[in-house]
């Protein structure tokens, strides 16, 4: 469940990086009353937080499907 919860903040952080890059829009902004607004902050913290996270994905054991 927190595995998949933190793909899905990663994700989402990096579709809106996509379209900073692309069209210098920030749609968690555009959606959250701007980048300083509280709640985009949340938001952008909880992206980074599951992308720290998501680093221990690199250091896991996979399960070998048969």
């Given at each position: ?54 680093i221990s994905f690199l250091?896991?054991?996979?399960e070998k499907v048969q």
């Amino acid at each position: 469940m927190m595995d998949r919860l933190a793909l899905l903040l990663v994700i989402i952080g990096a579709l809106n990086w996509g379209l900073i890059g692309l069209f210098q829009f920030d749609l968690v902004a555009a959606l959250l009353g701007g980048q300083a607004s509280v709640l985009s902050r949340i938001v952008y913290s909880l992206v980074g937080l599951a992308g720290a996270y998501s680093i221990s994905f690199l250091f896991r054991e996979r399960e070998k499907v048969q």
